[in-house]
């Protein structure tokens, strides 16, 4: 299936019926999402991150085929981004209620642009309570961006808010010991940045295991359907990696360093890049990109 953009779903819209240690030091302290000083100082950029809209789409719609329900009455698309994933949901799901919420006032202004008969909000997962029962909670590529003790509850939380048969879909990176994400951890300790960086602690937490979500999720649940796709994203070259990344896991990175920091960092981290990912015979990069999918289904 062909990839679809945003102004692909908005016309659909618009037709009659629309509608390991550091590893562990990082996942038990604070984290990026969890410090209010660097949520304030760098919201996302709706720009950045769709410069790689059809690869970062393209899981919402594998996530999708996977999710057991002909016709939900109520949808919310939860860290909607910039309505990406919200136009493949409206596509799908043409009758039913369709909202998007997410913390960044960025993101909300361009879902609300390029969709705008959706009602999107800004709100906070960590806070967020729906304001009716929800047949469908779907979440493309969000809650590795809470820290690792909060979103299980989180997600048990909205579960419980469901009605049975409802569905609570999710797809998350899981690519904590991916080279690209690697190289992030070790370019932060050498370097300039290094202090910096030692003291905001940016790497994101890794994912739950797929036996931790069972076991929290499943008492919750009649089924519980889980799998990885890796996929591999075939890329200009070595500066088209830090361009993809630069939208999602490096923002927390190069956020709190200045100028001449970040453009010393980002050299830095290329140059690793470099030794890492081999250049193919025409010249492309291939970068390996593991999500793991979970379709929950309330009891
Ligand atoms: C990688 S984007 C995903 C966008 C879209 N769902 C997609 O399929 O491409 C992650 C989104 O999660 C949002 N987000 C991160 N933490 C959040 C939180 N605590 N509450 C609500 N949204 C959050 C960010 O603002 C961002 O728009």
């Not at 899981?59 to 981004?81: E, M, T």
């Not at 299980?152 to 010991?177: C, H, K, Y």
């Not at 990696?241 to 010393?264: A, M, N, Q």
Request: glycine share 6%; with cysteine; hydrophobic share 40%.
């Amino acid at each position: 299936m062909p990839s679809q953009s945003i102004s692909q779903g908005i016309g659909r819209l618009s037709r009659p019926h629309s509608v390991i240690p550091i590893l562990l030091r990082a996942r038990h302290s604070r984290s990026f999402t969890c410090s209010p000083k660097q949520q304030k100082a760098s919201d996302w950029s709706a720009v950045q991150y769709l410069k790689f809209e059809d690869e970062r789409t393209r899981p919402v719609r594998d996530l999708l085929a996977q999710i057991p329900l002909q016709s939900p009455k109520h949808i919310v698309d939860l860290g909607c981004g910039p309505g990406n994933s919200t136009a493949v949901l409206a596509a799908r799901y043409p009758h039913a209620h369709l909202e998007g919420i997410d913390s960044s006032p960025d993101m909300i202004k361009k879902a609300r642009e390029v969709l705008p008969n959706i009602p999107f909000s800004i709100e906070d997962l960590n806070s967020y309570v729906p304001n009716q029962p929800v047949d469908l909670f779907f979440s493309n590529a969000v809650f590795q961006w809470l820290p690792y003790a909060d979103r299980i509850n989180v997600i048990a939380r909205l579960i419980q808010t469901q009605p049975s048969g409802g569905v609570f879909a999710l797809q998350v990176p899981d690519n904590f010991l991916e080279p690209s994400h690697s190289a992030m951890r070790d370019t932060a300790t050498k370097g300039r940045w290094a202090a910096t960086l030692d003291h905001f602690q940016p790497a994101l937490d890794p994912f739950q295991s797929v036996q931790e979500l069972y076991n929290h999720l499943k008492p919750l649940c009649s089924t519980i359907n889980m799998w990885h796709t890796h996929y591999h994203h075939v890329l200009e070259n070595h500066e088209a990696i830090v361009e993809w990344v630069k939208g999602t896991g490096l923002r927390p990175f190069i956020d709190p360093l200045s100028s001449g920091e970040r453009g010393g960092f980002l050299e830095a981290y290329l140059e690793r890049l470099k030794q890492i990912y081999p250049i193919s015979y025409d010249g492309k990069v291939v970068l390996r990109y593991p999500r793991l999918f979970v379709v929950a289904v309330r009891a």
